[in-house]
T-cell receptor, first 112, second 112 residues
């Protein structure tokens, strides 16, 4: 089955800096890669996603890049703000198994 | 207002008792999912269902059971066979074509 690894497990940045979180996946059939943000005690919320026919997608301060050959994808947050502090999860799924497999999460702390 | 409702928010049970967690959605989604979240870990898939009256085991199905008799409902039973049932349980739903997951607010189960 699919295995998704996520790094780093914790990340601390100064407000205004950029943050990058990286994930690798094992199943070459995976074709959908979302990123979720989870604040303490709350449900995960989708922040951006990308499909395998696209190499990069951007939404304001958030961008995701995908390298299918290397089987890795990354989340980039620019101009970080204290409200970006949360746990971020990457995930992957394929047409064959449409249930998402999640990474272990990255706790991002943005220092004011 | 469409969404996913999980109840109750907190649940306490004695060891050896079965317990059923409720999940209801009014988003008209065909697919529904159950994930388990433990501290410092990602979301692990328990069971998922792409259509009524059909469901598949996820990565950690042992000690759990589900039913999908109605499109709107996907209850999860945590049986006494589950060795470490204390966790945060998240239900989600989506369209079956690799669309983003919408999560409920979760049920925190504590078994003593």
């Amino acid at each position: 089955g699919e295995n998704v690894e996520q790094h780093p497990s914790t990340l601390s940045v100064q407000e205004g800096d950029s943050a990058v979180i990286k994930c690798t996946y094992s199943d070459s059939a995976s074709n959908y890669f979302p990123w979720y943000k989870q604040e303490l005690g709350k449900r995960p919320q989708l922040i951006i996603d990308i499909r395998s026919n696209v190499g990069e997608k951007k939404d304001q301060r958030i961008a995701v890049t995908l390298n299918k050959t290397a089987k890795h994808f990354s989340l980039h947050i620019t101009e970080t703000q204290p409200e970006d502090s949360a746990v971020y999860f990457c995930a992957a799924s394929s047409t064959g198994r449409r249930a998402l497999t999640f990474g272990s999460g990255t706790r991002l702390q943005v220092q004011p | 207002d469409g969404g996913i409702t999980q109840s109750p928010k907190y649940l306490f049970r004695k060891e050896g008792q079965n317990v059923t967690l409720s999940c209801e959605q009014n988003l008209n989604h065909d697919a529904m999912y159950w994930y388990r979240q433990d501290p410092g870990q990602g979301l692990r898939l328990i069971y998922y269902s792409q259509i009524v009256n059909d469901f598949q085991k996820g990565d950690i199905a042992e000690g759990y059971s589900v039913s999908r008799e109605k499109k709107e409902s996907f209850p999860l039973t945590v049986t006494s066979a589950q060795k470490n049932p204390t966790a945060f349980y998240l239900c989600a739903s989506s369209y079956p074509d690799g669309s983003p997951l919408h999560f409920g607010n979760g049920t925190r189960l504590t078994v003593t």
